[in-house]
């Protein structure tokens, strides 16, 4: 399933990143989303695990809807069917966060995450009234909605409070009251996409019938995370290791730390510092191609094999290199050049790319190609 932006990535970026909503409309392309793909994704699901919720207004107790047992030794846990579909069919919508290892989810979450050149934490939610889960309110991260089943309307309004951290949620920021006026009112159609800025109200409503979306929340990079990373800097700074006694007294060195601190934060190494240890504990879930990179005897990809990039965020570093699921590359001009285009692509062949790049022999490209897939920098994709 293809997803198509009809605004560029570059336009994007310049009037909609932060400042106000859109909606991509029939955005999805490829094959429709059935309720069995769907069904199977809640049926791998960890019942017991946090991110799986049962919400009718509120969050309905775990003990109400699943049980434990003993499964030849072990105690493990499932869903009471019967009770989740009598709270469905009253109104209840079913959550799951964090889904991890579903292929369509997976590819519909990658396309976004390398649009918004962000990582991304995807959740699905599913019902079938016109019960809505949750009151209205603010997301803390920029959230791009797919509306894969069915419909629902969404209802918008500007912040009251902006570019919210995780910690500064709308429930426990009751200073913050919600704009009466409406900035946009929108019922989503299956293959739609709505992106919503994080700080902007926003209440879905589902319209009585079957409905089954899926919330992309993208994180990117904020100056609170670089202001945090400084902290651990910062014991480098030697008026940070003096003691306080009081005020007056340590006035000086208050003023000598804020220098120091001002001055470091528009250091460009350690803003690479920051950046370099910020993506590298970030990965992105790739799919597993024993048959192509496992098999010793095999050593070039096939010329149709579609490849992607591992990466949600492309940062290429003063030092010449790039950090990539976690593998730190130097890579000369035209290796960046190579890696730029696959991310440009989104998802291209091997002859793609070795046309592309005709100066040098197909060989030669292949080869670093299949170097590149064997260290999960770009991924293979059916």
Same mark, same amino acid.
């Given at each position: 399933?293809?997803?198509?932006?009809?605004?560029?990535?570059?336009?994007?970026?310049?009037?909609?990143?932060?400042?106000?909503?859109?909606?991509?409309? =029939?955005? &999805?392309?490829?094959?429709?989303?059935? @309720?069995?793909?769907?069904?199977?994704?809640?049926?791998?699901?960890? =019942? $017991?695990?946090?991110?799986?919720?049962?919400?009718?207004?509120?969050?309905?107790?775990?003990?109400?809807? +699943?049980?434990?047992?003993?499964?030849?030794?072990?105690?493990? /846990?499932?869903? #009471?069917?019967?009770?989740? *579909?009598?709270?469905?069919?009253?109104?209840?919508?079913?959550?799951?966060?964090?889904?991890?290892?579903?292929?369509?989810?997976?590819?519909?979450?990658?396309?976004?995450?390398? *649009?918004?050149?962000?990582?991304?934490?995807?959740? !699905?939610?599913? =019902?079938?009234?016109?019960?809505?889960?949750?009151?209205?309110?603010?997301?803390?991260?920029?959230?791009? $909605?797919?509306?894969?089943?069915?419909?629902?309307? @969404?209802?918008?309004?500007?912040?009251?409070?902006?570019?919210?951290?995780? +910690?500064?949620?709308?429930?426990?920021?009751?200073?913050?009251?919600?704009?009466?006026?409406?900035?946009?009112?929108?019922?989503?159609?299956?293959?739609?996409? #709505?992106?919503?800025?994080? !700080? @902007? @109200?926003?209440?879905?409503?589902?319209?009585?019938?079957?409905? %089954? /979306? &899926?919330? #992309?929340?993208? %994180?990117?990079?904020?100056?609170?995370?670089? &202001?945090?990373?400084?902290?651990?800097?910062?014991?480098?700074?030697?008026?940070?290791?003096?003691?306080?006694?009081?005020?007056?007294?340590?006035?000086?060195? &208050?003023?000598?730390?804020?220098?120091?601190?001002?001055?470091? #934060?528009?250091?460009?190494?350690?803003?690479?510092?920051?950046?370099?240890?910020?993506?590298?504990?970030?990965?992105?879930?790739?799919?597993?191609?024993?048959?192509?990179?496992?098999?010793?005897?095999?050593?070039?990809?096939?010329?149709?094999?579609?490849?992607?990039?591992?990466?949600?965020?492309?940062?290429?570093?003063?030092? !010449?290199?790039?950090?990539?699921?976690?593998?730190?590359?130097?890579?000369?001009?035209?290796?960046?050049?190579?890696?730029?285009?696959?991310?440009?692509?989104?998802?291209?062949?091997?002859?793609?790319?070795?046309?592309?790049?005709?100066?040098?022999? $197909?060989?030669?490209?292949?080869?670093?190609?299949?170097?590149?897939?064997?260290?999960?920098?770009?991924?293979?994709?059916?």
């Amino acid at each position: 399933m293809r997803v198509v932006f009809d605004i560029s990535k570059a336009l994007f970026f310049e009037e909609y990143l932060y400042e106000k909503p859109h909606v991509f409309k =029939a955005a &999805l392309q490829g094959e429709n989303v059935e @309720w069995k793909y769907v069904n199977e994704i809640y049926e791998r699901a960890d =019942a $017991a695990d946090r991110s799986f919720k049962l919400m009718n207004g509120h969050e309905i107790s775990k003990s109400e809807y +699943m049980e434990s047992y003993m499964n030849v030794g072990r105690v493990e /846990h499932r869903y #009471i069917k019967s009770a989740i *579909y009598r709270y469905m069919r009253e109104g209840a919508t079913l959550v799951y966060n964090r889904i991890k290892n579903e292929p369509f989810v997976t590819n519909i979450s990658r396309q976004i995450a390398s *649009y918004a050149d962000a990582q991304v934490i995807v959740s !699905g939610y599913a =019902a079938f009234s016109g019960k809505s889960s949750y009151k209205s309110h603010w997301d803390t991260r920029d959230v791009f $909605a797919v509306q894969l089943l069915g419909r629902k309307r @969404w209802i918008i309004k500007r912040p009251s409070f902006d570019f919210p951290l995780y +910690m500064q949620q709308a429930k426990d920021m009751p200073e913050a009251v919600e704009p009466e006026e409406v900035y946009l009112d929108v019922v989503l159609e299956p293959g739609d996409i #709505i992106y919503v800025p994080r !700080g @902007w @109200w926003h209440n879905p409503l589902p319209l009585g019938g079957e409905t %089954f /979306h &899926l919330a #992309i929340g993208t %994180f990117a990079p904020t100056g609170f995370d670089y &202001l945090r990373w400084l902290v651990n800097w910062s014991p480098k700074i030697a008026d940070v290791r003096k003691n306080f006694h009081n005020f007056e007294r340590d006035r000086k060195t &208050l003023e000598n730390i804020a220098a120091s601190l001002g001055g470091a #934060i528009r250091e460009r190494d350690n803003f690479d510092d920051f950046m370099q240890a910020y993506i590298g504990m970030h990965r992105v879930d790739s799919k597993i191609a024993l048959h192509v990179l496992g098999d010793g005897s095999n050593h070039k990809l096939d010329v149709l094999q579609n490849v992607r990039l591992n990466a949600n965020l492309l940062y290429r570093f003063s030092g !010449g290199f790039v950090v990539i699921n976690g593998n730190k590359i130097n890579f000369d001009e035209v290796g960046i050049k190579l890696i730029e285009y696959i991310r440009d692509a989104s998802v291209c062949s091997v002859i793609q790319i070795q046309e592309s790049f005709s100066g040098y022999s $197909a060989e030669l490209i292949n080869d670093v190609l299949f170097q590149l897939a064997i260290n999960d920098v770009i991924d293979i994709v059916d």
